[in-house]
């Protein structure tokens, strides 16, 4: 390695060269990750955007919601009962109501109204604000003057503002988790789950085909125990709770259906089969259905569905939200039908 | 304040911008460095100052008692210093330690004593700037080193890249520096800037990333395979070296951009033949100083075999018991002075059968071999100093093998991923003989470094900082 009598223009010339190839660096990683997003949770995102901007026409019903309701509702089994295309939109927990009243709003103005929604959410996140969504909404593939005009509008401060205007400087930190996945894969130490990642063509070719149904693949019976008892330490028996930022978005969605004529259905999501066992969880749902019924009650669109959820075995399920096998999909997937179809909008 | 986190780059940025300001004004210099080590000392508890300065006064006054009466006279004072560094060494790290174990032995005798266990806080450092302080009252009663004014002596016993974890200074090496107007050269800013952006890579690419792994393993080491035992004990083996050689490096080049040099601590200790070689390696500014305060004046070996191996067995366990008041850090030092008599007692029987000490010409094949196996002594002894308790020790070292559990590959796939550029780069130094090759790269290639170790810092790099191991000490 050549070295050199080191003086006062090395040290510069160097400290702006090693400057430099960090940011470059940052700059190729920022571009490459918007378009390969490795994150799980931000790809379902990425990918549930890009599967609606890729359709050529809309569906009679879509799915919205968390993914308990990406990995639970198959469109090809629920059309069959319904008689009507269904799609499955559904993202993540962190996106919120909020989330799934833009997405709701861009689809109407792509295809105009559908005949039915229904947003499937579990129990345990209406709790939750805007602030789980603030991260993720750089990462939605829409240019942010066509989701920052939904309603309910968020705010930014101006240090987010600032932030975002160096996030193609800050990726190496920022993503650090995904940036360090790629670079395992590249040298080849990623561990057997990591590698069974697909990219992004083949996510979208598997979503396309499933109609955004993605189904979890492992069990993990002892995982689903130790978080349904937490669960039921938290909830059982206590007073249900939504957040203003989901009111909001629930008025919102609701007023939607009935400007626009379509039904909307707000489904309490699988969970154990051990909660519905639990009579304090019983007494929470029953609040819960209260609570729901008046937020949605001034319109004749509006029904909340679900008030005991459809319950699950520990070994259907890949954790407390996440259903797995053909025989759980069709159970829930069939619950949701037998729900919507008992609770008929005129 | 750690050298890993924001807080600190916010303080040195300030510190450094006035520091560059004041370099032809020497007193107003030294004033500034003074105020910003006690700033930075007093930012993990204000109330520990007050200990940082009477130490300082009580090790001048001491100091100046012995410069004044000289050698003979001098000698209570010399003993009163002493006494007072250790006393407090003693109270605030020893106190509960032998509380505890006067009252466990009184108990196995018979005799019913309760424990008094007070709680008393640690000063972060206080090993290291004791050490320092007593260094400087034995030089100058031995004549090695010229007494200082209080003002030059206080920013000695408190030069804030050094205080908490060293390297322990010799008053000879960094007074006459703080003492004169420094000048900042090409030279020494770009060894500083490699040194800093090195030193941080260890810390929280390395360490950080591996203190998980070690953390699991010894937190349930009866539950997890023999081979994870392995794994464990592995990736402490870098764990300690990099956080604390990281530190070192750090406070080297901090030191360097004031146009100061700190001494040399770690010299790519893995790579020693012997005990005796591993101990020129690892924290160089502890070992000499007790070569040269303990071991000498103990009579080192000048007094035939078994004084040696007694001073040799004394100074290494009283290092042990340094690092921390705990019964598996005298082990360690008492492991350490094994291996090294054991080495000795080799040399014996060399000289014996071919009249010389000196290993004999095995050829550069065979060093790749007493390389791993000093490796394999380094990590034994590292056992003792990681586990929590003697029994634990011993189950590592009774279960410790080669059979897998699941995840025992890939558990060892990370390790060798996080430390593959140490290897690269310690090999690579290790190879040239030089530790200060890459500062002195030509710009390319030295950008390129730079610009890599950055990048994987941001990526890889731990996202909380945490406190360097040392800083325990």
Redesign the interface.
Known sequence: ????????H??I??????????IA?NIFMYAYLRANPVNEGLSRVYDKWAYLNALETGADWILLGDSSCTTGLQPALMEKRLGASVINLCTIADTGLTHDAWMLQYYIKRFGAPKGVIVARVFHEWDRTRDDLRPLVDDIPLPREEWGNFIPQMEFSWQWKLYQKFRPFTV??DK?LS??FL??KI?K?A?RSEKRRDSLEQRLSFIVRNKGFVPEARANPDRVRAEAQALLKQHSGKPFYISPDNVDALKTMASLADKKSFAFYIMNSNVPDVIVKDDGMLAFYADMALVMQRLISANGKGRFIGQNPPAFAAEEMENIDHVIGKKAVKKFSNAVVDEVLGNPVR | MLFNSLVFGLFFVVFYGVYILTMRRLVLQNAWILAGSYFFYGWWDWRFLGLLGGLTIVNYLAAEFIDKDGDAKGRPWLIFAVAANLSILGFFKYFNFFIENAVLGLNSIGVSASPLTLQIILPVGISFFVFQGLGYVIDVWQGRTKHASLFDFALFQAFFPQLVAGPIERSSHLLPQLQRLRSISPELVAGGMWLIVWGLYKKIVIADNLAPTVERIFDNYQNVSSGDLFLGVFAFTFQIYCDFSAYSDIARGLARLMGIRLMLNFQLPYIALSPSDFWRRWHISLSTWLRDYLYFPLGGNRHGQWKTSRNLMLTMLIGGLWHGAAWNFILWGGYQGLILLVQRGLSGIRSTLFGTTEPRRTGILLVPFQMFGMFLLTMIGWVFFRANSAEQAFYFLTNIGVDFSETTAQTAINILWTISILIVVDVFQALRMNQSDIPSFSTVPRAIIFGVLICIMLIFGARIPTEFIYFAF
């Open positions: 390695m050549p070295t050199t009598s080191i003086n006062w090395h040290i010339a160097s400290t702006i060269g090693a400057v430099l190839i960090v660096t190496l930190y650090s940036v360090a670079m395992r040298f130490v561990n």
